[in-house]
């Protein structure tokens, strides 16, 4: 691995010439101190990791662990075996939850568009387990968790085992709020089709319950940008919720759990919302195209190309950031000719104070074609030359 001192200072050069911010010192933010027993915050946007605690810690989740009943139904919409009109029968075993529900009965049957979002707006345990036995491969409930546990694992979700469609206290059912941040931003990317249901604020099915037709997160009524997902509670799990949040271009995302009290749980969400937002920017490093640094080329009919960017660069800094920034470029090299423009070649690997490290990809600026005859004479030369000065071990 090979790192270019001269193309790092080129870059440093560049960025005090244009205002590019590719090396700088930068201040750092406050660390947020929370109160949860387990958290993670994503800056979905640059992936950028702003808290963890806990993160892969396998708890109870209660309720927030619907969102993977919700996402495995919107795959069945997405693939055919689901339709929103549907009608689904409603089981003696989906009737006898308790808790947060829609009272459904056995003489309903109820569509899929209502029991979605029964389960997103009313946290409806029996609208999940109607959800679960209709996609289950067994026509059971255990069935369909056993699937569940399988997708996540597909998903990245590495510490989440289900043991049924709500979160209802079981032993076994577990995950983590690293995984239910994955599931979150999923769910977001994957079905902006039906995302917005997670921000509607009120759902009157059927004029039955009238003392349960207001979501539950707190965030959805502040003007924060507030728009998902899910609260959960029990006893063991205590207070939680997964959120997320978009002001501007920016999306957070966020997960806390075992809140001691509901007032708690949303008072901690709020402040973990603004903090976010307001002690950190997202900053263009380099615009698509700009030069940053050379790599060496070997055999090429010239003896460097250019570093740029394929696209814009962005990362997330704290909001008080000075204007520059550590960082550096490395390459495997020399690169051996032929070089495509566009070729991918180096990275840009920048070090935010108190946030993950940053690696950000670099492009050739241009084509550099094999050399011809004189080149590769005077490239043999080189190798016979650092053979006899340096051993074998000397040539390239």
Known sequence: MARTGRGLLAALRLGLATGLAVSFSALSAAAFDTKARAAYVLDAGTDTVLLEKNADVPLPPASMSKLMTLYVAFEALRDGRLSLDETLPVSE?????????????????????????????????????????????DGTEAGFARYMTKRGQDLGMTASTFANSNGWPAAGHRMSVHDLAILAERLIEDFPEYYPLFAETSFEFDGRAPSNTRNRNPLLRLGIGADGLKTGHTEEAGYGLVGSAKQGDRRVIFVI????????????????VNWSFRQFTKKTVAKQGDPIAEAEVWRGATGSVGLVPANDLEILLPSLTADTIEGEVVYSGPIEAPVKQGQRLAELVLQPEEL?????????ANDVPRGGFVVQVRTAAQV??????????GAL
């Open 93 to 137: 075993h989906a009737m006898s939850y308790g808790g947060s529900t829609m009272f459904l009965d056995t003489t309903d049957r109820v569509r899929v568009e209502d029991l979605l979002r029964g389960i997103i707006v009313l946290s409806g345990n029996d609208a999940c387990a109607v959800i679960a036995e209709a996609l289950s491969p």
């Open 356 to 364: 993950p490290e940053v690696r950000l990809p670099l492009v050739a």
């Open 257 to 272: 759990t075992g809140m001691e009290s509901e007032r708690a749980r949303a008072e901690e969400a709020e402040a973990l």
């Open 384 to 393: 016979l030359i650092k053979r006899f000065l340096n051993g074998p071990e």
